[in-house]
């Protein structure tokens, strides 16, 4: 219900913009500043890269108004814009270092061979604390999945998006956007399973 | 179901976006296998964890500066 009338405040806020009320397009800036940030530097982990980021979506969001026809809310809208923005920088940045396959960082070990015990991380994860430790592992974690796969993760599991909507920013299928989400979630399983156990990375390491 | 059969369904299973008969297989052979339980509850774990981190800070003076970038880009010089 919540969403429904976020989304319905948005599209006033677009149409009084289209028609040059520039404080309804500064209300919708302040409306969603702080998530786009967010999602700029858990994809960027580079505070002034976010920052431009976050800028130059804004500029693209004014100057490129007119072209959302509301297929979809101007939430999905904006995000699509903001991280097409983050895909093409940390494209730009890529010309020297190696490629990073999802493959290098998925579980190696074949999940039918029970010849290593899966360990208990024991805990209810609403219980668990995200201590400093713990969220500079996640944090790193993230990075080292490669962009598309990071950027599937972030906006299903992290920002909250549905798979239909998480498809229609990055431009792929429904099915494209499960496969990377799941590939994503084993990847980062599997790299902090030793702050759980610090056996786990040795044995699933295999 | 064996455990590699069931390591492709963990995301369609914690999204409850499985069909019931294959949901009720999976279940089956959870109950069995210890490693597969533990594989799980590790994998809900993780998922469960970033779901719930907190949004990036951000300075309160940013929203302004962010402002006033934009009015400088967007509107035309105050005469």
């Known amino acids: 219900m919540r969403r429904e009338s976020e989304n319905e405040r948005d599209l006033e806020l ?17 409306r969603y500043q702080p998530r786009i940030f967010s999602h700029c530097y858990r994809m960027l982990k580079n505070y002034q890269d976010a920052q431009d980021c976050l800028q130059e979506t804004f500029l693209k969001a004014y100057e490129k108004l007119d072209t959302f026809r509301e297929e979809s809310s101007f939430s ?27 493959e290098d960082i998925l579980p190696r070990h074949r999940h039918d061979d029970l010849s290593f015990e899966v360990p208990d991380w024991g805990a209810d994860p609403e219980k668990i604390a995200i201590n400093g430790e713990l969220r500079a592992l996640m944090d790193s974690s993230v990075l ?10 972030l906006l299903r599991d992290v920002e909250g998006f549905s798979t239909k909507d998480t498809a229609h920013i990055l431009g792929l299928t429904d099915a494209n956007v499960k496969s990377r989400l799941h ?13 759980f156990s610090p056996a786990a990375g040795k044995e699933e390491g295999k | 179901m064996n455990c590699r059969e069931l390591a492709v369904f963990l995301s369609d299973y914690l999204d409850s976006e499985l069909d019931s008969e294959t949901c009720a297989l999976l279940e089956t052979h959870m109950e069995e296998c210890g490693n597969c339980r533990a594989f799980y ?33 967007l509107l035309p010089p105050s005469p």
């Open chain 1, 14 to 30: 677009v149409h009084k913009a289209r028609n040059g009320d520039y404080t309804a397009f500064e209300e919708l800036v302040r």
């Open chain 1, 144 to 153: 080292k999945l490669p962009e598309d796969y990071r950027a599937a993760f």
């Open chain 1, 183 to 195: 590939r994503a979630r084993l990847a980062l399983r599997k790299q902090i399973a030793p702050y």
């Open chain 2, 41 to 73: 509850s590790s994998f809900r774990i993780t998922v469960s964890l970033y779901r719930r981190l907190p949004p990036e800070p951000l300075p309160h003076e940013h929203l302004e500066e962010l402002l006033s970038f934009l009015r400088g880009k």
């Open chain 1, 76 to 102: 999905v809208w904006l995000y699509k814009v903001a991280t097409n923005n983050c895909l093409m920088r940390i494209r730009k940045n890529q010309s020297h270092p190696e490629e990073i396959h999802i």
